[in-house]
């Protein structure tokens, strides 16, 4: 027993895997396991070594590759067409690109009142929270599991087949996160964009929702007033309750910019959900410029990654 003992006392102990979720310059998405267990990094200055325990997501603050230029050139113009689908699917693209959108989307905008609802406008906030911007817009996005966030040079490293200089952002997975959420009737309706959640989902994941709160659908009408449920009669002058399979006023949701969209209301459980990134609106049809309110969202999620800020 006493050499047992000692041969395994020699025997150095294996570092427990992490699982990551990965984008590529490339646009290319996967899951992977990495023996590592922190990354340095260089922030004012001073050299830092984070453990993956504590890192929500990294973003490379790396110019952007040629196809990424193509992609950001082509993203900004669809966003200014009017083509909805087109614009949605350029949104969520450039905000998984980050970092190298923030240049070429300050010298798109222009002098006018009419900033909000914009999908133009709302992208910046998307792309870098205010409170992670800086003047250095080149600087690598670091996301702490305390709610920090840093902006330093990420020094080289491997993450599954993929180098450091490959990868545009990664994600950790984590146990469980929580969001709480304030999703608003004009700038979350179906008809403009729907609100980010940030949180990307795998395989293995579980969700839960819960919402409250009371939407103004036609000003001062009281017919056109619902919770999270949406109407359950059609409202004044109306001969239907739905728009679109979904109540007007619901609170509804989808997984990725082309994925089906579900119906949430004031309280949504699904085990194994679609994988991908959840995003959350308020059902409504093309008369939105009426609408009053907000839905107080609770958005519960296990084995999954965050990937940002919820915007």
Not at 25 to 51: H, L, Q, Y
Not at 197 to 205: D, E, G, H, L, R
Request: hydrophobic share 40%.
């Amino acid at each position: 027993m006493l050499r047992i003992f000692a041969l395994l006392a020699v025997i150095p102990l294996l570092s427990k895997e992490s699982a990551v979720y990965i984008q590529t310059k490339d646009g290319s998405t996967s899951e992977a396991k990495t023996n590592i267990t922190a990354i340095k990094v260089t922030v004012d200055g001073k050299s830092r070594s984070i453990p993956l325990t504590s890192l929500l997501s990294v973003h490379n603050g790396d110019a952007a590759s040629t196809s990424e230029t193509e992609k950001i050139n082509k993203g900004l113009a669809a966003i200014q067409t009017g083509d909805r689908k087109a614009s949605d699917a350029a949104v969520e693209q450039l905000t998984a690109i980050g970092i190298p959108v923030i240049t070429p989307l300050l010298k798109v905008y222009k002098d006018t009142d009419q900033h909000e609802p914009r999908p133009l406008y709302r992208l910046f906030e998307r792309v870098i929270p205010s409170h992670a911007d800086g003047l250095d817009r080149g600087l690598s996005l670091i996301r702490l599991t305390t709610g920090e966030s840093l902006r330093g040079k990420v020094e080289p490293f491997q993450l599954g087949t993929a180098n450091w200089d490959q990868i545009r952002f990664f994600a950790v997975k984590q146990k469980s996160i929580t969001r709480r959420l304030e999703v608003h009737s004009l700038r979350h309706s179906t008809q403009i964009e729907y609100f980010d959640t940030a949180i990307v989902f795998s395989a293995t994941s579980k969700a839960t929702a819960a919402a409250s709160g009371f939407t103004r659908l036609s000003w001062e009408t009281d017919g056109w007033a619902t919770d999270p449920n949406g109407l359950q009669v059609p409202g004044p002058n109306y001969k239907t309750n739905l728009v679109d399979g979904h109540p007007f006023g619901a609170l509804v949701g989808r997984f990725k910019s082309t994925g089906a969209v579900f119906f949430m209301g004031r309280s949504w459980t699904v085990k194994q959900p679609a994988e991908g990134k959840l995003s959350i609106a308020i059902n409504d049809n093309r008369h939105w410029q009426n609408n009053l309110g907000q839905y107080r969202v609770t958005v519960q999620a296990t084995d999954a990654f965050d990937v940002g800020d919820p915007q």
